[in-house]
């Protein structure tokens, strides 16, 4: 299992030293610091609004305090980062139903199946949607990751409409009792208008299924993908208002600071990260974990 403090090695590596020197500092928090600071921050893709927050408060508030500035810091990172409770399956409705979405190559297909393993191991009976029907091996690709989880899946035929697919997905659950449904979906360019609309019309499906919206939608961002991932967030959210997001291979990436982009522009909370490749790899996210692991010392 990858640990917070592994998978954010490279973020750390990046953006330690400016902390350490900082934070190994005696006495003001001086300004030559405080300036390298913000450019660390900045590199690390944490929205430059947020750092000017951030470190004018550790300018004034520094001053004469018996606190650490890294206390203080820890304590603003957190706070950025207070609507992102960790997530876990309510006992009501049934089925839950979460509704996966985002552009091409994200990570939805294997955070779905890495989603069932932990619904799985948490009691619960999840069942898949495949609605991933533009390639076979879009629906071949969760059949797989169905048989290691040991639970159901249901898919479309290569060209079959999606929103059918998520439907007959919902109905399978209901009629076999499962607890969780988690419907996977092809990537799309937040650009193209219409896959959009198909997604528009799978959010549908499902409404006139379990006469409600899906109790959730989660983008999947790459972690790697910065600015860029908020624009394309803001277009899903439109066909599909999103209720949070998981960022995908933190693992990968050197620009953590990201999440904060997330949280602090999107509106959203992450629900998720994903650590690594492996089925145990997805681990509620911990604003906690994550903020320490950040300033933790080399
Ligand atoms: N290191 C690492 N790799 C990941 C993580 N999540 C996904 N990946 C890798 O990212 C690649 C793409 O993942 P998919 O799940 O196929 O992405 P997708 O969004 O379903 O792709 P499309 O369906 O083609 O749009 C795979 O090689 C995954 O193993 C993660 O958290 N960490
Ligand atoms: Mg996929």
Redesign the pocket.
Known sequence: MVTWINALARTRNRIGSALTAVFKRSGAVDEDVLEELEETLLAADVPLRLIMEWTTSLREGYRGLDVSAKSMLRERLLRALASCEPFDWPPAPRPHTTLIV?V????????TAKLAWRAQAGGLTPLLAAT?TFRAA?AD?LRIWADRVGCDVVAGQQGADAAAVAFDALAAAQARGRDVVLVDT??RMHTRKPLMDELGKVRRAIQSRIGREPDETWI?LDASMGQNAITQARQFHQVAPLTGCII?????SAKAGFVFAVVHELGIPVRFA????GMG??TPFDATAFVDALLEDE
Do not use: P
Not at 104 to 111: I, P
Not at 248 to 252: E, Q, S, W, Y
């Open positions: 985002g091409n190559g994200a990570g939805k297909t294997t955070t991933d879009g690709q092809a990537g999947v995908a291979k933190l693992d990968g994903g650590l690594g490749e790899d997805l």
